[in-house]
């Protein structure tokens, strides 16, 4: 990689005079500067393939060893990445890995993709992103931009990065230069990749501001800067909580226009007909993922050192993970009413186990939280996932590990009483489950949008 910047590195402390901002910047806008991605998952990994698309060198940095061996291999280990696409770069030298974290001194930026997840006790768990500053810390040198664009609450990248990357005498704002930038990735969406997303930047003083802007106009169609740190901060958990409410209305207004025999996703696509003033969200099994479920938590816990009650936020999240009970609730009723089974030893097939359509990420997923109930009730659950064929460790629900999808043909399927549509991707074939099965209980309108009808079909 670049001479000079080893050479910088090594002089990190040696009172070498620092590297003026304006050809930092100079490098960024020619792309010929080299970016250290920290954390390359479903965030770190698409970003990284962005830069290094643009023209940059990227060198990531994971602490596990698989993802970077696979990376150096040429290989994706993520469903909507290809494989093709890592090779490419690799070939043209733009993309390498490592788990050595001595090899920081080489980049000219840093951008942490690292997990932001909740503690058991429902409040944020900065674990990785402190651990991951304190690997940053010894290898940070002069002239070194850092990005935080993990989602957390307002104040984390200047109380919780900032003093951790100052301890070796290095200075935010004077040595190096730090911004928050919110990651707004949305995987599997075909519409829009990384690189079509503006990117909502905040810097600590001008020119961190400055130096982040230039880095991410080269690579996104447009950057939105704002004036602070805290700013760009809270953006993140405005649009996450935003959808986590509405989404919240739509499953509460299922509720009531089931009770009155109005079916929802009818009153909500008339409804989007009107050119301002809506926005349709939809309901469903309940929330999963990375980040609605937890996001906006990260805001009431931090609203609580303010004395300020978050309590539209909190409603929100007690009616999306009220949800996978009313879908068992309905399981279990149809089972009753159409098949005269109860729920005890009945057969139920779980279609989709990701947490949302057209990706293989389990993370948070409702599907966990429907088999889980479900089994509890004395149902024998399988399920049906055309992407996940087995299912990945998690913390929450560890007993699942292992468990494999059952294969999609009329013999298999139909030896389920019950067929539980949690997650419609586009591959599944609608009308072939639902000729197959003697009972099918649809929780995304996924029948309907397909155009398939039936008598057996409930909709939860
Ligand atoms: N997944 C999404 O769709 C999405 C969208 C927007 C924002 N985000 C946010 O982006 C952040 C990252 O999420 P993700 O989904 O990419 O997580 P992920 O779990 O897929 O990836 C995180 C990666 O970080 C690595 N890692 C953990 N500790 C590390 C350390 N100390 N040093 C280096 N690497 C380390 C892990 O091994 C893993 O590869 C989170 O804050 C999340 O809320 C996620």
Not at 113 to 129: A, G, K, Q, S
Not at 142 to 163: A, F, H, K, M, N
Request: charged content about 25%; hydrophobic content about 40%; some cysteine.
């Amino acid at each position: 990689m670049h001479d000079e910047v080893r050479a910088l590195a090594r002089n990190q402390h040696n009172g070498t005079p620092p590297e003026p901002v304006a050809s930092i910047v100079a490098r960024f806008r020619a792309h010929q500067a080299t970016v250290g991605i920290m954390g390359l998952g479903y965030v770190g990994l698409p970003l990284a393939c962005t830069i290094a698309r643009k023209g940059f060198s990227v060198l990531g940095f994971d602490i596990d060893a698989s993802k970077v061996d696979q990376i150096n291999a040429g290989t994706s280990y993520i469903g909507h990445i290809a494989s093709d696409e890592i090779a490419d770069m690799r070939k043209a030298g733009r993309f390498a890995a490592t788990c050595d974290f001595s090899r920081l001194g080489e980049v000219d930026a840093i951008i942490l993709c690292v997990p932001t997840p909740l503690t058991r006790h429902r409040e944020p768990d900065l674990t990785y992103v402190t651990q991951t500053t304190e690997s940053i810390a010894p290898y940070l040198r002069r002239g070194q931009l850092v990005v935080l664009e993990s989602t957390t609450y307002p104040g984390t990248t200047r109380d919780v990065l900032r003093p951790i990357l100052e301890r070796g005498g290095l200075r935010s704002g004077r040595d190096f230069f730090l911004a928050y930038s919110p990651e707004r990735e949305d995987p599997g969406n075909a519409q829009f990749s990384t690189a079509a997303i503006p990117k909502v930047v905040g810097g600590e003083g001008p020119e961190a501001l400055q130096l982040a802007c230039a880095l991410y106009d080269e690579v996104v169609s447009r950057t939105v800067p704002v004036t602070s740190l805290e700013a760009a901060e809270a953006v993140k958990l405005t649009e996450n909580i935003f959808r986590s409410v509405n989404i919240a209305l739509a499953n509460e207004l299922k509720t009531v226009y089931e009770a009155m025999g109005i079916d929802v996703w009818e009153v909500i696509e008339a409804a989007k007909s009107k050119p301002f003033g809506y926005m349709p969200f939809y309901p469903g099994p309940g929330l999963g993922g990375h980040c609605i479920p937890i996001d906006p938590f990260y805001l009431t816990w931090k609203a609580r050192e303010y004395g300020v009650v978050t309590r539209f936020i909190e409603l929100a999240g007690e009616i999306n993970t009220a949800m996978p009970q009313r879908v068992v609730d309905r399981t279990i009723e149809a089972l009753n009413e159409r098949q005269r089974k109860a729920s005890k030893g009945a057969r139920v097939l779980v279609v989709g186990i990701a947490y949302k359509k057209n990706v293989d990420d389990t993370r948070e997923s409702p599907a966990f939280k429907i088999i889980e109930l479900l089994e509890k009730r004395g149902a024998e659950v399988s399920y049906y996932d055309p992407i996940v064929a087995e299912i990945p460790p998690s913390r929450e629900h560890a007993e699942f590990t292992g468990r494999r999808s059952v294969s999609f043909g009329e013999s298999s399927i139909s030896a389920f009483d019950a067929v539980v549509i949690c997650t419609d991707h586009d591959s599944i074939d609608y009308a072939k489950l639902v000729e197959w099965s003697p009972l099918v209980i649809d929780t995304r309108n996924a029948c309907a949008r397909g155009g398939v009808s039936g008598e057996h079909i409930v909709k939860a």
